[in-house]
């Protein structure tokens, strides 16, 4: 499965059912039934296993048969096209290939609306023969708005065949009072997830080897509440103890404080080595051995000697590897949870996980940035550079996510990730940008894909005034770039003269390493026939180069743009064929069949071969690209103003030719209102009410026109101009 982004395999993972499982068949068959309803809320406190509830029913026969895709999410899935990037990297584990065509309309620099992704979501989902059930682990951890209405989207038009499973700590803003009173939603909570006096018993004395006495666990159970965690905890605190009953009496309080209690016991009765590791790899979202022994101290770095038996105690004068601890660990519950079936990564549970970050602030409050820096060095050699980013950003070492970010924002905000490149840019200090033009240009590329043109363009001359003047190539190069950013942003704002001006001055600047921000370059510079009119043959050799260049350079920005460029000259040629064969060779040159509609500028495209259709009274095969451009327009993407007013009039054309005398109106108003509310240029204006005047004469309304003869002339007075797409 291609993605935009590189995936952390260990997040499609369920953890395997624990050795010391006591069996819960009342839960698990509850679980099983539930799946006969849409969605499953598993929703209680930290602690409560939720996750071990799944992972039971998981090695139960039922759960074998079930297909089931699993995905544990984090804060970075708050980005919406990373949470679909990774539920159909999940759901890929059922059906291979699967979502082939949504996400490429996730990786690109402008997605279509929403709505139009999630459709195509659903379409693939009724794909997946049989039942099946996505399950998404701490969805707590959701905060984006998008991403809960995406969700809903999705439970409103789920395929019969598909479940979803929600884990939890606090319900998620979904319509779950509707999906109850249509008795759509099964729900698991903590009073239901608590152990019984009789589940208290087993897993003390079973499960955990102690030997309680019933009045003893009595005591712990009604302490605990029946808290998973909190029972696992007084377990691990108990071992070894000779007086259980003291330690039984001496502690109570709500959840928050037992927990801080007995994880101080536990981590206290732990030799002082593991202890050290704890708390210095609670700063790792996800830990191995490899990753633990390069953030944790120096000489348990360089130490590899010795190994460590599963269940023998660890001697504290002796320093082990840190795949030996994790081992331990796992061997010991130590509130450690595996991540693959190799056992190589794991995760600490979130509730202990919080408790060691706290002591490690307050016993070292300058350790966890320092730590966090490692874990950033150390994902960059292995190549997760955007882990390396989130935890130097984490650390508040912004000068290195900055260099982290340097190489690769810009192909990350074209490939579709603009929100997080944007997040990650606000996260660096202004100053730093100040200061690295280079990233000043990423932030202004990816805000332009958002179509915050003005925003662009002052960050585009900030860079170019913060260059060096040193005559050098990487002076050239940020020159060069922000040039081809104001390129950009005046032909977006109608300056077609400065556009083409400025992207030959980025040209002439740029080196030949630069391929990506050259195609582009070339592909603006290429407008000069707009300007004067001329399309022969040497002009004509020109475009082509530039669009020969976007194809080599794999820039999806520079192909769209620089084809739908060369087939308007086309069209001014009155090579109509040659122009559509044009368009189809831009489709072909996508990288999957959804790709074009999210592709910075792919309104040229549709309103481009939506126009020249039209022209040859093509009208479904019309209308279907025209509208793809209408939906592309009215959800606010940044559009080419030459382009929408070609578009629009070609729509009100094309409900003329069918008959339909008011949509053709609408299509007209509708221009008139975004001309107005964007400031369209007076030339623009001027070919508006060209198009209004023949609409009236088509359907005889001149003669109640009493502006119409002025608007005429004005109309023949710009007729023949060259309208690019």
């Not at 309803?37 to 090695?59: D, H, N, V």
């Not at 990753?291 to 590899?304: G, H, K, P, Q």
């Not at 970010?405 to 929100?419: E, F, H, K």
């Not at 407008?527 to 350079?553: F, I, K």
Request: charged content about 20%; glycine content about 6%.
């Amino acid at each position: 499965m291609s993605s935009s982004m590189p995936l952390l395999a260990t997040k499609l993972y369920l953890p395997p059912a624990r050795r010391t499982l006591i069996p819960r068949p009342r839960l698990t068959s509850r679980l099983g039934n539930g799946l006969t309803r849409p969605l499953t809320l598993i929703s209680a406190p930290a602690g409560y296993g939720k996750t071990t509830l799944i992972s039971e029913w998981r090695a139960s026969d039922a759960g074998r048969a079930f297909p089931l895709a699993w995905l544990s999410l984090d804060e970075g899935d708050n980005d919406t096209a990373r949470f679909l990037t990774y539920v159909i990297a999940a759901l890929a584990a059922l059906q291979p290939g699967f979502g082939e065509v949504t996400l490429g309309l996730l990786g690109i620099p402008q997605p279509p609306p929403p709505q139009a992704i999630l459709i195509s979501l659903v379409n693939e989902l009724s794909g997946i023969e049989g039942p099946f059930a996505l399950v998404l682990d701490d969805y707590h951890v959701i905060a984006a708005r998008p991403v809960h209405e995406a969700l809903s989207f999705l439970l409103d038009h789920l395929p019969p065949q598909m479940r979803l499973v929600m884990l939890t700590r606090a319900d998620p803003p979904l319509p779950l009072a509707r999906l109850r009173v249509r008795d759509q939603l099964t729900e698991i909570r903590a009073a239901d997830l608590r152990f019984t006096p009789e589940g208290a018993a087993a897993f003390l004395n079973q499960a955990m080897g102690l030997t309680l006495s019933i009045e003893q666990i009595a005591a712990l159970e009604q302490r605990t509440e029946g808290w998973i965690a909190g029972l696992q905890l007084a377990a691990l605190s108990l071992q070894g103890r000779a007086d259980p009953a003291d330690f039984i009496a001496r502690f109570s309080g709500i959840h928050h404080y037992i927990a801080d209690y007995l994880t101080n016991e536990a981590l206290g009765r732990q030799p002082a080595e593991v202890q050290d590791f704890l708390l210095r790899t609670s700063v790792l979202d996800r830990l191995c051995g490899e990753l633990c022994d390069a953030v944790i101290d120096e000489r348990r770095r360089t130490n590899d000697e010795g190994r460590m038996a599963g269940e023998a105690p660890v001697s504290s004068s002796v320093l082990r590897p840190s795949s030996a601890v994790l081992e331990y660990l796992d061997h010991a519950n130590l509130f450690l949870i595996p991540l693959d079936d190799e056992r190589r990564w794991y995760r600490y549970h979130h509730l202990f996980g919080d408790v060691l970050r706290q002591r490690l602030r307050e016993a070292h409050p300058d350790l966890p940035a320092e730590l966090r820096r490692r874990a950033s060095e150390w994902h960059e050699r292995n190549g997760l550079t955007l882990e390396a980013v989130e935890y130097a950003l984490a650390a508040h070492d912004f000068e290195r996510a900055g260099r982290l970010l340097d190489p690769i924002g810009a192909a990350l905000a074209a490939r579709g990730s603009v929100q997080l490149v944007l997040r990650w840019i606000a996260a660096l200090p202004e100053a730093l940008l100040q200061a690295q033009p280079r990233l000043m240009l990423i932030h202004a590329t990816a805000l332009t894909f958002a179509n915050q043109l003005a925003a662009a363009q002052a960050r585009a001359l900030q860079a170019q005034a913060a260059a060096p003047h040193d005559g050098s190539v990487a002076a050239d190069a940020v020159r060069g770039w922000a040039n081809v950013v104001l390129a950009t942003t005046s032909l977006y704002t109608g300056d077609i003269a400065a556009s083409v001006a400025l992207a030959r001055e980025g040209l002439a600047l740029l080196p030949s390493s630069e391929v990506v921000v050259r195609a582009s370059a070339a592909a603006l510079a290429a407008r000069t026939y707009q300007l004067t009119g001329d399309v022969s043959p040497p002009v004509e050799e020109q475009v082509a180069a530039a669009a020969e260049n976007a194809l080599a350079s794999g820039s999806l920005v520079g192909i769209v743009s620089s084809l739908a460029n060369l087939a308007w000259l086309y069209v001014l040629q009155g090579r109509l064929g040659r122009a559509i064969a044009t368009f189809e060779r831009l489709a072909g040159a996508m990288p999957t069949p959804g790709a074009l509609p999210g592709v910075f500028n792919a309104i040229s495209y549709y309103f481009g071969l939506g126009y020249m259709l039209r022209e040859r009274n093509e009208l479904d095969a019309a209308e279907a690209s025209l509208a793809q451009g209408m939906a592309l327009v009215r959800s606010a993407v940044t559009a080419y103003p030459h382009v929408v007013t070609l578009g629009h009039i070609a729509w009100a054309r094309l409900w003329l030719a069918r008959g339909d005398i008011a949509a053709a109106h609408r299509a007209l108003d509708e221009l008139d209102a975004l001309a107005d509310r964007l400031g369209y240029f007076p030339r623009l204006a001027r070919q508006a009410q060209a198009a209004r005047v023949q609409l009236w004469r088509a359907v005889g309304e001149l003669a109640h026109r009493h502006q119409a003869k002025v608007v005429l002339v004005s109309s023949r007075a710009c007729k023949g101009s060259a309208t690019p797409p």
